[in-house]
């Protein structure tokens, strides 16, 4: 009897182990993507997690209804897209510029597009596909402020940037080394400290600056200083040695160009800043 009861219990197993694997299978194909990276990243299977901001309105913001908008968001579902990944398996992950880096090496993110200058230093440590952006380093300052003129006007001021970005390390070491520079997480905190007159100015790339500008709450109180005071080129950032999904990115941003579909993100994120693009610069990283 014990005999029959063990070949009952395994007889079961099996079809039930069957049954399990038939459910199973129409799952999987609906849940991977084209090019079979699901899971990567700590990603749900099927998903892919992309770093950008969310404080950048006209690059990357999140609005009040749990949207995303900008041009770095347009680019990423774009890229996301030729990868495989329709909009509905991106999972947006907040990115602060001083960790973009650590998000990488720890694989929290798949790939960042957030406004990511590419250098030499960051370069020691991920990646990079593109450029895909160009933006100089610029001053906003408040409405009728006219006391920044040159590069050097930037001495002595109070100015805000944000920790772990570009702008800040340009003005400690190259720009205004006699400045005195605040940096707050976000932009968004620097640009309080600008309305109540806490800083003479923030200073960041001018495509960031010109999204805060043209935000329907901010119009009529800042202005750009209009200082071209560096080129930033922006990249996105991946896994370092990571060639093959560099490679397939290059291939995407191309794409976008070539299409139309970058110059149309340029239009709509930042035509309404009267802000004027250089065009797509040439793709230099992995080549």
């Not at 610029?138 to 109070?158: I, M, Q, Y």
């Not at 976000?186 to 109540?196: D, I, V």
């Not at 709509?268 to 004027?276: I, L």
Request: glycine share 10%.
């Amino acid at each position: 009897m014990k005999v029959l009861k063990v070949g009952a219990a395994v007889a079961t197993a099996v079809v039930l182990a069957l049954t399990a694997t038939a459910c199973g299978g129409d799952s999987d194909k609906t849940d991977t993507p084209a090019t079979g990276e699901a899971g990567a990243s700590g990603a749900a299977k099927g998903k892919v997690v992309i770093g950008i901001k969310f404080d950048q309105p006209g690059l990357g913001l999140k609005t009040p209804d749990g949207k995303f908008t900008g041009f770095d968001v347009d680019v990423a579902t774009y890229v996301a897209k030729e990868l495989g990944y329709e909009a509905n398996q991106i999972d947006w992950k907040q990115t602060v510029s001083a960790e973009r880096e650590n998000m990488i090496q720890n694989g929290d993110v798949k790939f960042i597009v957030a406004s990511y200058s590419i250098n030499d230093k960051r370069k020691e440590k991920v990646d990079f596909a593109g450029p895909y952006f160009v933006a100089h380093q610029d001053l906003l300052v408040r409405a009728g402020d006219t006391s920044f003129k040159k590069p050097e006007d930037l001495n002595k001021k109070k100015l805000c940037s944000v920790a772990g970005s570009t702008s800040a390390q340009n003005v400690k070491t190259k720009l205004a080394p006699d400045a005195d520079l605040q940096q707050y997480p976000g932009y968004s905190e620097c640009l309080s400290g600008l309305e109540n007159k806490a800083v003479d100015a923030l200073t960041t790339d001018n495509s960031i600056l010109a999204g805060y500008a043209a935000q329907e709450k901010n119009k009529g109180k800042f202005q750009l200083a209009g200082l071209n005071m560096s080129n930033e080129n922006y990249g996105i950032g991946l896994k370092k040695g990571d060639k093959e999904l560099q490679t397939k990115i290059n291939a995407a941003l191309k794409k976008m160009v070539s299409d139309g579909a970058w110059e149309a993100a340029v239009t709509k994120n930042f035509g309404p800043a009267g802000y004027k693009s250089e065009p797509a610069p040439q793709i230099t990283e992995g080549s």
